[in-house]
T-cell receptor, first 115, second 114 residues
Framework: GAGVSQSPSNKVTEKGKDVELRCDPI?????LYWYRQSLGQGLEFLIY????????KSGLPSDRFSAERTGGSVSTLTIQRTQQEDSAVYLC?????????????FGSGTRLTVV | QKEVEQNSGPLSVPEGAIASLNCTYS??????FFWYRQYSGKSPELIMF????GDKEDGRFTAQLNKASQYVSLLIRDSQPSDSATYLC??????????????FGKGTKLSVKP
């Protein structure tokens, strides 16, 4: 597609429920990243997929968080047993690989509210 | 701990002035640096990147990198009210040719007053 697509754009869920957030990167981009941004805060790295390599999961805050990327394209971020502190905007970004001057292109984000 | 530090601001400048945004980084392995602009309620958009020491100009924007001092800056000339946003600095470490993830600063909020 023309840009990074994320769905849903907004999600309200009850504490304790599981949620799935979807990201469809720019076609041909081999690198895909998930970040989250809490209100008034900076971007917190969560996980990074690069081609067929094992993902860098070093930013996942707890074992309630997991992500997968199927077929080198679409990615799903899953949060199990959601807590109120999970409320944030979850941003997905993609990037071509191999060049140091490529930044990310971000999607418009999913605003998650846990009530 | 790899960190990118920015003054949170707000930085307030009058319309037409030069806005100077600064960023320092702790990881000497960082080789590429990026400036993103984020309007309130929107996602970040890339405006500049730099990986060589010195200045890089693009329109009203100039990025400056000093690797010896581990310092990156963004100058916005002829500031406009539409430049009012949060500016995020990010650094990337390259691993033998493979790209790493970007480490972002918390951002500096810029306000350009008419």
């Amino acid at each position: 597609g023309a840009g990074v697509s994320q769905s849903p754009s907004n999600k309200v869920t009850e504490k304790g429920k599981d949620v799935e957030l979807r990201c469809d990167p720019i076609s041909g981009h081999t690198a895909l990243y998930w970040y989250r941004q809490s209100l008034g805060q900076g971007l917190e790295f969560l996980i990074y997929f690069q081609g067929n390599s094992a993902p860098d999961k070093s930013g996942l805050p707890s074992d309630r968080f997991s992500a997968e990327r199927t077929g080198g394209s679409v990615s799903t971020l899953t949060i199990q047993r959601t807590q109120q502190e999970d409320s944030a905007v979850y941003l997905c970004a993609s990037s071509p690989s191999g060049r140091r001057d490529y930044g990310y292109t971000f999607g418009s984000g999913t605003r998650l509210t846990v009530v | 701990q790899k960190e990118v530090e920015q003054n949170s601001g707000p930085l307030s400048v009058p319309e037409g002035a030069i806005a100077s945004l600064n960023c320092t980084y702790s990881d000497r392995g960082s080789q590429s640096f990026f400036w993103y602009r984020q309007y309130s309620g929107k996602s970040p958009e890339l405006i500049m990147f730099i990986y060589s020491n010195g200045d890089k100009e693009d329109g009203r924007f100039t990025a400056q990198l000093n690797k010896a001092s581990q310092y990156v800056s963004l100058l916005i000339r002829d500031s406009q009210p539409s430049d009012s946003a949060t500016y995020l600095c990010a650094g990337r470490q390259n691993y033998g040719g493979s790209q790493g993830n970007l480490i972002f600063g918390k951002g500096t909020k810029l306000s350009v007053k008419p």
